[in-house]
């Protein structure tokens, strides 16, 4: 299709949603800064509508690339990506406590974030090839371990939100390839566990004191030996009794503590990488008032800015806890609390309304995309968004703990934004490249 046969073909839906968001978080990163002394961050504001120009640019190079040439840049893009997260681990600028940053002369980057369309697109082309080989337990293994090294990595950084948010990626990917549901569920479950037992130590000092000492032993290396030790035990044994009586039973047994060893290993790791302060967000998480001026304060005050809204708002630029800087991080973490503050309910809805027909375009690409390359690219582009939204919203109303996942294309942020506007690319390009776009 030619150059101008793709731009009559432009998906303006998505295009109208995603620059609605982009306002909107324009708007708010504004009112965000209002009252700041600081000029530094009173032009927050300009920069975001710089970046999303820049980004806009993106968008739309990307939208216009031949997805034959995605195809064989993917695993050098990825390549590519691995490489500057070890460089940022060993040159990059430390920013609130993690080293996530890597530039020249002021000018930086979060490889960390671009780590996640890079992402998209190896496993889509692996996945593409992987064919029916895909439902065996050793090819979602390789694709397991490419998706564990840029984890670890960031969360060596450490960033715990963004580490998190490469498994569902996977997981969703894998899904829609065909993969096994057992073995994702293997992963999924695991994950969920790992960052509890990492927690679990902690929630025994602040939350249950009576079972400090029960759940103190996930922090202790011995104990964790033993434990781990003794589930690798159990999926020895299963494993051989299966084989010998072919007894389902055994199976699952063998399924059930191979998620017991990799969890309570991960979890020990984990707690080896984290900083106190991010386990201590993820403790409060079940009860805020536990450090009400420490790691609770994003909690409390964000529940205090969402509640005080009410339906219509205080109005932009009256909100008492964004003018007065109660909120921490309040134009990035925590964006959406500022709009219901001040634009209340109807507010939320119209964000909410936007975000749901971009994802809702999204899953609709991703059905009628001509291949399955682009079809995969699609869901793990739509994926990232459905997770960056509901995580983001969902700690500042309390739902989520806070972990400092920013919400695409609304919050603070040169780098989240290129990123999301990159993915919103491959959709547009997928889309002009299938029928033409519907509601």
């Known amino acids: 299709m030619d150059m101008l046969g793709r731009v009559r073909r432009l998906d303006v839906p998505l295009l109208l949603a995603t620059y609605g968001l982009l306002a909107i ?70 920013v609130n406590g993690a080293r996530r940053w890597i530039g020249i002369a002021g000018m930086g980057m979060q490889p960390s974030e671009f780590a996640k369309i890079a992402l998209v697109l190896v496993l889509a082309r692996l996945l593409e090839s992987s064919g029916p080989d895909i439902r065996r337990l050793g090819r979602l293994l390789l694709l397991l371990g490419i998706t564990l090294i840029p984890v670890m990595l960031v969360l060596i950084q450490p960033d715990l939100g963004t580490a998190v948010s490469f498994m569902p990626v996977l997981i969703v990917m894998a899904l829609a390839a065909g993969a096994a549901v057992h073995h994702l569920a293997f992963f999924a479950v695991t994950s969920a566990l790992t960052l509890i037992i990492a927690v679990l130590p902690s929630v025994g000092e602040h939350v249950l004191p009576a079972a400090s000492n029960v759940l103190g032993v996930f922090a202790q290396p011995g104990f964790v030996a033993i434990i781990a030790g003794a589930f690798v035990g159990v999926v020895i044994v299963s494993l051989l009794a299966w084989m010998v009586t072919r007894r389902r039973m055994f199976s699952w047994v063998s399924f059930a503590s191979g998620i017991g060893a990799s969890s309570v290993i991960g979890g020990f790791i984990i707690q080896q ?36 809204g009410g339906f219509s708002g205080k109005g932009l630029f009256q909100g008492t806890q964004s003018q007065y800087q109660y909120l921490p991080l309040q134009s990035t973490d925590f964006i959406f609390s500022i709009l219901a503050e001040e634009w209340g309910f109807r507010g939320a809805l119209l964000l909410f309304a936007l975000y749901g027909f971009v994802l809702f375009r999204g899953l609709v690409i991703a059905m009628r995309a001509r291949d399955q390359f682009a079809a995969l690219v699609a869901t793990g582009v739509t994926t990232l968004l459905a997770f960056h939204f509901f995580v983001n919203v969902g700690m500042t109303i309390g739902i989520m703990p806070i972990t400092g996942i920013p919400l695409w294309l609304v919050s603070f942020g040169g780098s989240s934004l290129w990123s999301a506007m990159i993915g919103i690319g491959l959709l547009i390009g997928i889309s002009a490249r299938s029928a033409p776009p519907t509601l």
């Open 25 to 94: 978080g324009v708007i708010f990163i504004h009112s965000s800064n209002a009252a700041s002394g600081a000029p530094f961050a009173q032009q927050e504001y300009v920069r975001q509508i710089a970046w999303a120009l820049i980004g806009s640019a993106l968008l739309f190079v990307v939208a216009s690339v031949n997805f034959d040439f995605l195809r064989r840049i993917a695993n050098p893009a990825y390549v590519t990506i691995i490489v500057l997260l070890v460089l940022t681990l060993m040159f990059g600028r430390v």
């Open 273 to 308: 990488v984290l900083r106190p302060y991010q386990i201590m967000r993820m403790i409060v998480f079940l009860d805020p008032q536990i450090d009400p001026r420490g790691a609770g304060w994003h909690t409390i005050q964000s529940l205090t800015a969402v509640g005080s």
